[in-house]
Structures are given as C-alpha cells and as structure tokens.
C-alpha cells in the first residue's frame, strides 16, 4: 500500500477526541456555582496548575477557605490531552534552564528533583490511581548527525547531578526498535509516564476531599478589585475571595493583558489500537520509557497501559489563538504525523488509529512558568507552561501562590519568578509569522536554504523552537 493509502487507511475509524477522556469512570462534573459567595482563595482553572494550587493551598492552611471554578469540566483543556512523559525539569528541559537561567540551573534542577519527590509523595497520599509507570525519559538521535546532540545533553545532564546512560545504535535497538534511531540517551530515575486524565480525576477527588469548593461549568467574566480583594464576576453569581490566582494557561483567561505575552499554538497526538502480543515483540519497549526525537519538528512516544502507542509532535496555530478548532477534529492535519509513525515503526504496517486529537499549549519566549500581578498583587497569572506540564504545574502553582500571599521564600528571589517573557505581536501578524515559521520547521531537514535563516531569525526573537 503507497504512504497516502497507509494513513488514510489507519485514520479510516479514528476518533477524533483525547483517548484520555474516553472513559466510562470519567467522573460526574460538579455542579456550576449559582448565586454569589465568598472565599479567602479563589482558584481559576481547573487543569494541573489549578489543582496542584488548590491542593497545596489547602495542606498548608486547611483553615484557609479555598474555592477552584473551571470554566469547563476538570482536565477538558490542556491536561486531558498531553503525552504525559514525566520529567524533573520545571523550566522546559534543561536546554532551555541554560538558555534563560544560566546562572541558577543547578538550583532549579534541584527544584525539579525535589517536586517530583512531591508529585510521587502526593500520589501515594491520596492512593491516586493513575497508570504511573517509572519506566524512564530517553531521547533518541534521528541520523548519526544528532548524535552530538546526545553527547552536549548527557554533559549538561551528568553536570547537574542526574545520573545518564548513552545507548549506541545496538543497544538502542535492543531498547526500542526503529529503523530510524542511531543513538539514545536513557535517564531511568524520576521520569516516566502517567495517565494524565486519571491523575486530574484523582487531584479532583483529593482537593474535594480537603474541603475545597469545586464549580464546575463556571467560566470568568470578568474581574474587579476592591477594599477587599477581587470581586469575580461568573455565568452563575459573584465571588467576593481576597486573592485569586489565575491558572489559565493557553487560554489567557482573567485579564486582556495576558495574551500579550501567551501564543496558544497547537500540538497533535495520535493513539493506536492496542498492538497484539506479536506487535509488542516487533517493537521491544522493554522499560516502557517515554521517548523524545531529535527531529526539528520532533515526535515524541510513549505506551498506554493497554499497549497502544501514543505519538505525537507537529504543531500548529490557528488565527485569534483558537483554543479548540473545528479543523482539528478532522483526519487531514493528522496526515503527516502518521506518515511519521509509520516511518518510525514500518513494521506496525496496518495498525490502525483509535484516536487523533490536538491541544492548547501557552508559548512565550521563555517556553517556562512566569507571573503576571494584576490588582495591585491580589491575583496573579500562572501560566505559559509549552511542555512538562503534567509535573512543573505542581512546582509553578507553589511559586505563583508564595508570590500571591507574599510570603519570603527562596524560589521567589530567583529570575524566572521576578521577570516575565518577551512581548509577543498580536494578528495578524501572529498569525502570518506562524505559518511561515511552521513551514519552514516542516522543510528545513530536507531543503535548507532560507528555512534556516528564517528559524534562526525567530530565535533571535526569543523562541527557542528547535532547541538544539
């Protein structure tokens, strides 16, 4: 069968939703807020940022009246849809630590360390069913040409006290097998993978059950400081809270400003049909470890706890920072990340696609968690995480609630909690650098040329989308 034929073939049946969310023990959203009321804390968001803050909020001062809305349901925007890879980084991978913060890498790799010791703690505590798996991080070389690639990030790696493991093409291929992988680096401590859906559905019942008030279905109108605090205007009421933290991510809910400095672009994933006993054999996969490639636009992998392969990359936008497009729910852009697939795994010829699906992800030009006070310091914007969410929202959350409660803590007095991120022009211009930059991310390995230049130029700006 020719390559279109192969992917049209596997997308033929595909679902065009988060197989994360396709879940019979899904539970039953709470009820929206109707009426007005009160709290000390309020909490906007309810993906992994607003619910690692409400949790945190409420272990720390359990008196503390706290209240989370979602303007959805828990987990329905970025949180239900991404890879899922656990890693220590709470900077978005130690490339960009360097990138932004040389001078404090070796405190935030510290930092991140320590957050997943809370993150592992946190599960344990509350008995949180999520299909955690400690299988490993790897990042494999696509051509014997990336292999430099590996050796820089096993030295930055090996520097800031984790411990690394280079794989040859042997031994790689007896890891993971792929005609296309000539080299890998493996960490096996703290990374792995998780549900991520089912880990939203355990902080929901957590953070219940600490006493936080929970609405569903209740999305922000709009805010207005008072004597008091923040007056939070709902569908359903008003809140009157004395601090609100804004955990809208891509979104950029809570204040116009945000969008300024937060681009939502989209990244696709596609999940298989659970591969037989026979498939699992042709591929290997023995540590179950998350994978990352070395390609400009990178493909990253990993396995489900039923054994279907999830495999994801190639970004896109939508003009006005679309947070949920109609074009995404169709087999077309899907199209080349599958040809991918397939050129990675040719020997899962006729797998087929269960599922195929895009979500939000907040760029900014540090690619990393920073802060924006509004009304006069008592609510303040968490957000702008591009990747490693699933973990570094746990640590962004702590942060971006010591700042709102002005409390002297060393992380405050570090860069990445004092600065924010690069302005960003608004459309059409957005749009237009966009398409072109993705474009060029498409073509660059193949044809070169003005595709560099032109990466190179978006850099210099401030996105660091290559990474290497």
């Not at 703290?190 to 355990?202: D, F, I, M, R």
């Not at 302005?423 to 398409?435: I, M, N, Q, T």
């Amino acid at each position: 069968m020719s390559p279109i034929g192969q992917t049209a073939n596997a997308l033929r049946t595909a679902k065009f939703m988060p197989y994360w969310l396709d879940d019979a023990k899904k539970p039953v959203a709470e009820p929206a807020l109707q009426g007005d009321t009160e709290c000390d804390l309020l909490v906007v968001g309810g993906g992994f940022c607003g619910l690692w803050a409400a949790l945190q909020a409420k272990e720390a001062e359990p008196e503390r009246s706290v209240m989370l809305i979602e303007a959805c349901e828990i987990a329905n925007g970025a949180t239900g849809r991404p890879a899922a890879i656990l890693s220590t980084s709470v900077m978005h991978g130690i490339d960009n630590t360097v990138r932004m913060f040389p001078d404090e890498v070796a405190t935030l790799e510290q930092l991140g360390m320590d957050n997943m010791d809370g993150f592992e703690a946190t599960i344990k505590r509350y008995k949180i069913d999520c299909d955690l798996e400690w299988g490993g991080e790897l990042t494999v070389a696509v051509g014997s040409e990336e292999l430099p690639q590996l050796l820089h990030e096993k030295a930055l790696f090996d520097k800031y006290g984790h411990e690394t493991q280079l794989l040859d093409r042997e031994q790689l291929q007896q890891e993971i097998s792929s005609p296309l992988f000539d080299g890998g680096l493996m960490i096996r401590k703290q990374s792995g993978t998780v549900h991520p859906g089912k880990l939203a559905w355990g902080l929901k019942r957590a953070v219940l059950e600490l006493g936080v008030s929970l609405y569903e279905n209740t999305p922000l109108l709009k805010t207005e400081k008072t004597v008091t605090g923040v007056d939070v205007n709902v569908l359903g009421g008003t809140i009157k809270s004395r601090k609100v933290l804004l955990c809208t991510n891509a979104f950029a809910a809570g204040h116009k400003k945000i969008r300024r400095k937060v681009v939502a672009i989209r990244d696709r994933i596609v999940v298989t049909e659970p591969l037989s006993d026979a498939q699992m054999a042709k591929v290997g996969w023995k540590s179950r470890c998350g994978i990352y490639d070395t390609r400009t636009q990178l493909n990253y992998m990993r396995l489900t706890a039923d054994n279907r392969i999830l495999f994801g990359g190639r970004l896109g936008y939508y003009f006005g920072d679309a947070t949920d497009p109609e074009a995404d729910k169709q087999a077309k852009p899907f199209e080349p990340l599958v040809e991918n697939f397939f050129k990675t795994f040719p020997h899962l010829d006729g797998v087929k696609i269960d599922y195929a699906w895009s979500g939000p992800i907040g760029l900014t030009t540090r690619m990393a968690v920073h802060y924006q006070s509004y009304h006069d310091g008592d609510m303040v914007f968490a957000g702008g995480y591009s990747g490693f969410g699933v973990t570094a929202t746990r640590f962004g959350a702590r942060v971006g609630l010591d700042i709102l409660d002005d409390k002297d803590t060393p992380e405050r007095k570090l860069t990445f909690a004092k600065t924010q991120p690069g302005y960003v022009p608004g459309e059409p211009f957005r749009w237009l650098g966009f398409k072109i930059t993705m474009y060029a991310l498409d073509t660059m390995d193949a044809k070169g040329g003005w595709r560099k230049l032109w990466v190179k130029m978006v850099e210099k700006m401030g996105f660091p989308i290559t990474m290497h």
